[in-house]
């Protein structure tokens, strides 16, 4: 036999046992097993955890046969990024998972980008073939309409990872009542000047388009005041997550030496006991007389009132394929392809979760750098809740519904126009620079998430 045929018959021999061994280690999930069961096989083959827990486990890689270095900063990067482990416990436990991580793993596996190449390549077994995608993909479908229906998008839309907001959430009239006059009351503020609405004021979509708000004697806050619109679909409230219901939310301000300066609720409770109208119909709704808890729970009632339901995007996913212009809906494709709706998604585009501000690039060097701005107590986020150092510069996503109007943008307000908050997004947290014509484009996609102001 020639050389030259024995190299050929050599390398078809090579070829077959490759694709056999290709085989044998990418076993497609049982099709006949649940869901979850399905989606923790391919995440277990996939070695999705090596790279993706709170705290890297970087000794393991040191038996690996090659790239050690390289792999060590992925293992790091990953860990930062995304931590799989809850989504992996409530797939073993038959739990709802959460919104954000079914959306941070659909768009992977759309992407064909995770595991990483360098990693498949070492770890033979662990790529996403075609049927572990598939049961993937169909996986987040079927978790996504038991935890998250969407009765309100049409057909088509079902699996969006955003939804529309429903028309109204349930709430009770009469404490809504007396809620909305005590957030529009300044008697709150220890010296009568300041209400809830002086920072959220219901014509400027819940916000007082300040970078820092002004409280009580003129004294400033050190973070943005996000809207008080939709705030009732946030996971918890403030960007460190500080209050876990909107009730909570409402005890914090009255007493604040900044905001409202009121020394305590009892003192609140005798201001407001002087108008003795007002009381009385109170107490008709609440036996128990004016307290912390009766006040704080009417303003929470009323706030349930201030969600935004039809924006043009919205009665789009409910199937009026005109509510958004040609620009708007290509803006929503680039919206989904920049990964902007992982963390932005749900019913309030945000409010699901923390994340951390400058996944991709340093954003605080940079704001350092350009607006001689250096670090606060308010940029550490969620760290000041927890000591932990993981969550060190990790904020609440915020809602992007009504966005157009609530500038000036970020936790910092440092960022003054839609655009440039659209376009550092893209640089910080996803990694990609977007050109100025794709800007312009998320940018008319956002401003269709503009809804009429909430019926009084
Ligand atoms: C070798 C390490 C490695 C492995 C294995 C790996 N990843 Fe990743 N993953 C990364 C890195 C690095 C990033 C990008 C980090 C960044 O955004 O800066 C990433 C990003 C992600 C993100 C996006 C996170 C976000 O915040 O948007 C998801 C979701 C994800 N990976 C899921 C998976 C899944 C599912 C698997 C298993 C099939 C997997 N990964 C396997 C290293 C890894
Ligand atoms: C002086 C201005 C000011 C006043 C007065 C004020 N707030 Fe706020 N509000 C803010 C700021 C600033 C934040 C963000 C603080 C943080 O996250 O640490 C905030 C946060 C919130 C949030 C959380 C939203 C989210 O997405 O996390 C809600 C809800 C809210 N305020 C409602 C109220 C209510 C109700 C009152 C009256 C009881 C009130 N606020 C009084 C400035 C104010
Ligand atoms: C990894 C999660 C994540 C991704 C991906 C992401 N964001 Fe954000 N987004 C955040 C967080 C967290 C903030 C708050 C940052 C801060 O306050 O410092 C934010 C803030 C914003 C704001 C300002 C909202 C406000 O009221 O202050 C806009 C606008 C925004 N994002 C749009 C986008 C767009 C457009 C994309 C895609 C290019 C995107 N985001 C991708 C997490 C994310």
Known sequence: MKTSSKILIGAGVAVVALAVIYRAVNIAPDKDAAVSEQMLQVIGDGGCVDCHTSEPNLPFYSTWPIAKTLIAKHIEDGCKAFDIEPMIASLQNGEPVGEVDLAKVEKTVLDGSMPLAQYYLVHWGSSLTKAKQAAMLEGIRTLRAEYYPNPLACAEFVNEPIRPIPDSVPYDPAKAELGKVLYNDTRLSADGTISCASCHAIETYGVDNKRYSEGINGQLGGVNAPTSFNAVFNFVQFWDGRAATLAEQAGGPPLNPVEMGSKDFEEIAARIAQDK???????????????????????????????????????????????????????????????????????????????????????????????????????????????????????????????????????????????????????????????EDKVAKVKAFLEAQTAELPAE
């Open 277 to 435: 109208v007002f009381t009385k119909r109170f107490v008709a709704v609440y036996p128990e007389g004016l307290s912390q808890e009766t006040i704080t729970d009417a303003i929470a009632e009323y706030e349930k009132t201030l969600v935004t339901p039809n924006c043009p995007f919205d009665r789009y996913l409910k199937g009026d394929a005109q509510a958004m212009t040609a620009e708007q809906v290509e803006g929503y494709e680039i919206f989904k392809d920049y990964s902007c709706a992982t963390c932005h998604c749900g019913v309030n585009m945000g409010g699901l979760s923390y994340e951390l501000m400058g996944k991709r690039a340093n954003y605080f060097e940079d704001r350092e750098l350009t607006l001689k701005s250096g670090l606060t107590d308010g940029d550490n986020g969620r760290w000041a809740q927890t000591g932990v150092e993981r969550d060190r510069y990790r904020f609440k996503t915020p809602t992007l519904r009504n966005v157009a109007m609530t500038w000036p943008y970020y936790h910092d307000g440092s960022v003054e126009t839609l655009e440039q908050a659209i376009s550092m997004m893209s640089t910080y947290q996803v990694g990609r620079k977007m050109s």
